[in-house]
């Protein structure tokens, strides 16, 4: 398995971190649980030691999980990751209660890495404006916690306030090929690394979108290498970069646990090669996009509740990716009916707000008339 160093705290983390958010379950939603400890026991076997999991993950019952599974290790063979669920806190008292709670449901006195869970600028402001920056500095003199970070969800701008307000431990950001100049993207990566600050990536395979493609993207990761899985490129992308010391992967079964184990217990950086085809294919994927819409939403709202940036987004991942199962949660159950491009009235109002000056509706019905199709199912 291969290993980082985190020269600033002075330990060795695998590279593969097992995320605990998308265990499999059973017919009625709940963690499976006999199949899921056995893909923990899996990893642990083959040298994973990061283990991260949250306050939400599972409805709540991701951490009672794995306090139990990881109950029959050594404590010292590990390192256990949690967040604190901001979005529940309103006093310091929040923050004991429910660090308290943590610590009992995952069976543990201390806790390795503790983030502040999914921070954007007003969360982060509100979260020191409370004192419980501080507050959780204080746990961690006390030996609770061994290493305070956090995660993160908003654009650069933010990202550097945070990473520059205090020494942090460590911080986890969102990064894959495909979102390079997203959020913190590759721009807080380095900010990160000149700061000496230890990286923990999140969805290094977008939720799963960078598993599967079509036929013709397919095709050119297997010329590159036959035996490996799609996925397994854009894990090595994120483990190609330096500054990151665990990558982490939320897998859904024991054919994925070995997926990413075969990647990384016998760990190749891109080569020059890799790299310059997968730069080729994101060009390739960015060029599918239908329409310019920047999600500004001048366009909102729609007399007739059509959720005009919701369909563009959906309309264009559905053609970048040419996967419909992509989108199809988006598409059946975030918009429905109801929300949907067959509802437009043609009113016109939302081609005079665009400042893009989109041909909305004309676009609307060509959404409507892609998705009806179907023409990409994966």
Same mark, same amino acid.
């Given at each position: 398995?291969?290993?980082?160093?985190?020269?600033?705290?002075?330990?060795?983390?695998?590279?593969?971190?097992?995320?605990?958010?998308?265990?499999?379950?059973?017919?009625?939603?709940?963690?499976?649980?006999?199949?899921?400890?056995?893909?923990?026991?899996?990893?642990?076997?083959?040298?994973?030691?990061?283990?991260?999991?949250?306050?939400?993950?599972?409805?709540?019952?991701?951490?009672?999980?794995?306090?139990?599974?990881?109950?029959?290790?050594?404590?010292?063979?590990?390192?256990?990751?949690?967040?604190?669920?901001?979005?529940?806190?309103?006093?310091?008292?929040?923050?004991?209660?429910?660090?308290?709670?943590?610590?009992?449901?995952?069976?543990?006195?201390?806790?390795?890495?503790?983030?502040?869970?999914?921070?954007?600028?007003?969360?982060?402001?509100?979260?020191?404006?409370?004192?419980?920056?501080?507050?959780?500095?204080?746990?961690?003199?006390?030996?609770?916690?061994?290493?305070?970070?956090?995660?993160?969800? *908003?654009?650069?701008?933010?990202?550097? !306030?945070?990473?520059?307000?205090? *020494?942090?431990?460590?911080?986890?950001? !969102?990064?894959?090929?495909?979102?390079?100049?997203?959020?913190?993207?590759?721009?807080?990566?380095?900010?990160?690394?000149?700061?000496?600050?230890?990286?923990?990536?999140?969805?290094?395979?977008?939720?799963?979108?960078?598993?599967?493609?079509?036929?013709?993207?397919?095709?050119?990761?297997?010329?590159?290498?036959?035996?490996?899985?799609?996925?397994?490129?854009?894990?090595?992308?994120?483990?190609?970069?330096?500054?990151?010391?665990?990558?982490?992967?939320?897998?859904?079964?024991?054919?994925?646990?070995?997926?990413?184990?075969?990647?990384?217990? *016998?760990?190749?950086?891109?080569?020059?090669?890799?790299?310059?085809?997968?730069? *080729?294919?994101?060009?390739?994927?960015?060029?599918?996009?239908?329409?310019?819409?920047?999600?500004?939403?001048?366009?909102?709202?729609?007399?007739?509740?059509?959720?005009?940036?919701?369909?563009?987004?959906?309309?264009?991942?559905?053609?970048?990716?040419?996967?419909?199962?992509?989108?199809?949660?988006?598409?059946?159950?975030?918009?429905?009916?109801?929300? !949907?491009?067959?509802?437009?009235?043609?009113?016109?109002?939302?081609?005079?707000?665009?400042? !893009?000056?989109?041909?909305?509706?004309?676009?609307?019905?060509?959404?409507?008339?892609?998705?009806?199709?179907?023409?990409?199912?994966?």
């Amino acid at each position: 398995m291969e290993k980082r160093k985190l020269e600033k705290l002075g330990i060795e983390t695998s590279l593969l971190g097992f995320g605990c958010m998308r265990f499999p379950v059973t017919e009625g939603g709940k963690i499976n649980e006999p199949e899921a400890e056995k893909m923990l026991d899996r990893a642990i076997s083959a040298g994973v030691n990061y283990i991260d999991t949250a306050y939400p993950y599972h409805g709540g019952d991701s951490e009672p999980f794995v306090g139990r599974v990881l109950k029959k290790y050594d404590r010292s063979s590990f390192y256990l990751a949690t967040k604190l669920p901001v979005w529940m806190v309103n006093s310091l008292e929040d923050v004991d209660r429910l660090f308290e709670e943590q610590l009992h449901r995952l069976q543990t006195d201390y806790i390795d890495f503790y983030l502040l869970h999914a921070l954007g600028r007003e969360r982060f402001e509100k979260m020191v404006e409370l004192g419980v920056v501080d507050r959780l500095a204080e746990l961690k003199a006390q030996g609770k916690i061994r290493y305070l970070g956090f995660s993160f969800h *908003d654009g650069y701008d933010a990202f550097e !306030q945070i990473l520059n307000y205090r *020494d942090w431990d460590f911080c986890q950001i !969102q990064l894959n090929y495909m979102d390079a100049e997203e959020q913190a993207g590759l721009k807080g990566y380095e900010l990160a690394e000149e700061k000496g600050v230890p990286l923990v990536i999140m969805e290094p395979i977008k939720g799963g979108s960078l598993a599967a493609f079509a036929n013709d993207i397919t095709g050119r990761f297997r010329s590159l290498d036959p035996g490996a899985s799609v996925a397994s490129f854009a894990l090595r992308w994120v483990g190609s970069l330096p500054g990151v010391k665990v990558v982490l992967s939320g897998m859904s079964s024991m054919e994925q646990v070995e997926d990413n184990l075969k990647t990384f217990s *016998d760990f190749r950086p891109l080569s020059e090669r890799e790299s310059q085809e997968i730069h *080729d294919i994101v060009t390739l994927i960015k060029s599918r996009v239908k329409n310019g819409c920047t999600g500004c939403r001048y366009c909102m709202p729609c007399p007739a509740g059509v959720d005009i940036p919701g369909n563009f987004r959906v309309w264009n991942t559905y053609h970048m990716y040419q996967n419909y199962n992509m989108v199809r949660w988006s598409w059946e159950n975030e918009l429905g009916e109801s929300k !949907q491009a067959k509802c437009c009235v043609k009113c016109g109002k939302c081609e005079a707000a665009c400042p !893009q000056k989109l041909s909305i509706r004309k676009d609307l019905e060509r959404v409507q008339e892609d998705l009806d199709k179907k023409e990409f199912i994966l």
